[in-house]
């Protein structure tokens, strides 16, 4: 009798556990339907946003400071936040020795980051833009290398803050590195002050009804600059002729390969016959070189363009493009040309690749972006030649633009651009977010919706759910699934007899 009132307890326990556990989980499943407005509202933004919130894997290989994968044989890392550049074989490091000198950071000759290989080597190389002579000069890309301690055309070492942005060893430690390296050893960049680490504790979230705005343009890709989380793409690997947006990439080619303080004659320039001189030779209409990147990046101007290109000439030059833009990531990009109107192929993940990379590493070019106005004087302080910069959102004074390029249509209407503006979206202040637009019929309309859509629906705060991120392939969980992946009453269960048993 007295077995058969345990036997009886042990049952009535038993329901009341189990009993307990189903109003947990009808409570749990209440509990997150309640909170869904941080999941995708409803079928349609899920379906129609197949890349919300998934990282840039691309770009986080730019910051990471190991050997180069998959590369037997020699290869060097330059590391310019640690300053110090290490020396492998088979991915194993042999030696290290410090960097003593690298391009100022937010200058046009700020080193650039990036996977390069070694392209010549000399035991004394004169640079004609320093006037100096480089000891065991190693060229990795452009106007860039790597040597010893110069010394100016009387044998006397520079001064120490003397720079053209070139990664400058001891000599002694110079000559070791160039008895390493041989034409084409692999040599990866890493670093730099503005470098921004990846957040791992921190995390978008969906809120509000989901509704998503009309958005003409037939590719985009909207990111967080700093994180590279993606936020919203249609089509972001799609190939398509970014026209005049190929103008920051020639901007960007123009500052690490040509010469900025040569001169050029504005009258030979519009007639077409470009001719960038080392010294002046006394031409009332003389500009240097390097103010052509305003009226660039201001109007999309082709004639400034073609003035860079054809210093190296226009083939070397586009050869010069297409080796920056392997070197940054952008494994989706053929540029035809240096122009705007030049045919080029890219995709709109290319380009954000390109904008997080000059907004990082150039930042000089972000600056050129934001200035309203270019004014050049003569030696008499006279006003000679004046640039507006025709970009819609520094004309309308928008205090949250950043920065980027905008190339219009010739309506004035449609067109693309790769733009960077701080909205308030985070618990804690602001976030830079990266719009990149291609081909749009309307693009400030398309701008302007695109704006509204991430301030209305995304918001950035503490980790809380990792499950709400996803894979750009994976299928959106239903509500259940996720409910089903943080309590699984089955494996409760299971639990539970385990505990009776053992008791």
């Not at 520079?158 to 070791?176: F, K, M, N, Q, W």
Request: net charge negative.
């Amino acid at each position: 009798m007295q077995h058969r009132g345990i036997s009886y307890m042990k049952a009535k326990h038993h329901h009341t556990r189990l009993y307990l556990l189903l109003g947990l989980w009808v409570s749990f499943v209440g509990l997150m339907m309640a909170g869904s407005l941080l999941l995708p509202p409803n079928k349609k933004l899920a379906d129609s946003s197949p890349a919300l919130l998934y990282n840039v894997t691309r770009n986080e290989e730019l910051h990471q400071a190991e050997a180069p994968a998959l590369l037997p044989g020699k290869a060097m890392i330059a590391d310019l936040d640690q300053m110090q550049l290490a020396l492998y074989e088979d991915n194993v490091r042999t030696k290290t020795f410090p960097i003593l000198s690298r391009g100022r950071e937010g200058t046009f000759w700020e080193t650039p980051t990036g996977k390069y290989a070694i392209q010549t080597k000399e035991p004394k190389h004169f640079s004609s833009i320093g006037g100096t002579w480089m000891p065991y000069s190693m060229q990795f890309y452009g106007n860039f290398f790597i040597h010893g301690w110069p010394t100016d055309q009387n044998g006397d070492n520079v001064p120490t803050g003397y720079s053209g942005g070139c990664i400058r060893l001891a000599t002694s430690d110079a000559r070791e590195v160039y008895e390493f390296a041989d034409i084409g050893t692999r040599i990866l960049v890493t670093g730099g002050e503005s470098r921004t680490n990846f957040a791992t504790s921190s995390q978008y979230y969906l809120h509000g009804d989901g509704k998503l705005p009309d958005i003409k343009s037939n590719s985009f890709i909207v990111a967080d600059a700093d994180l590279g989380k993606i936020l919203w793409e249609r089509r972001a690997h799609e190939y398509v002729n970014p026209r005049g947006l190929t103008l920051l990439m020639t901007a960007l080619t123009a500052l690490e390969t040509v010469d900025q303080y040569k001169v050029v004659r504005m009258g030979e320039l519009l007639l077409g016959k470009t001719v960038l001189r080392k010294s002046s030779i006394g031409a009332a209409d003389e500009i240097p070189a390097g103010t052509l990147i305003y009226p660039m990046l201001f109007d999309g101007n082709d004639t400034a363009a073609l003035a860079f290109a054809r210093e190296h000439g226009t083939k070397r030059f586009v050869a010069y493009m297409n080796e920056k833009a392997t070197a940054v990531g952008m494994n989706e990009t053929q540029f035809g040309g240096a122009r705007g109107s030049d045919e080029s192929t890219t995709t709109p993940y290319d380009l954000l690749t390109l904008l997080s990379y000059v907004d990082r590493s150039k930042h000089f070019l972000i600056d050129v972006g934001l200035t309203p106005l270019r004014t050049l004087y003569d030696s008499e302080g006279e006003e000679r030649y004046k640039w507006t910069n025709k970009n819609p959102w520094v004309l309308g004074g928008d205090a949250a633009y950043e920065g980027g390029i905008a190339a219009l249509n010739n309506d004035g209407v449609g067109g693309s651009a790769m733009l960077l503006f701080n909205l308030p979206l985070s618990e804690f202040g602001d976030k830079k977010i990266s719009f990149v637009i291609l081909d749009s019929p309307n693009l400030r309309e398309d701008v302007s919706a695109l704006r509204q859509f991430v301030e209305a629906h995304f918001v950035y705060g503490l980790l809380r759910d990792t499950n709400l991120t996803r894979e750009p392939d994976e299928a959106t969980p239903s509500l259940l699934e996720k409910a089903e992946g943080l309590i699984h009453l089955e494996h409760l269960l299971q639990d539970d007899v385990s505990y009776e048993r053992d008791t």
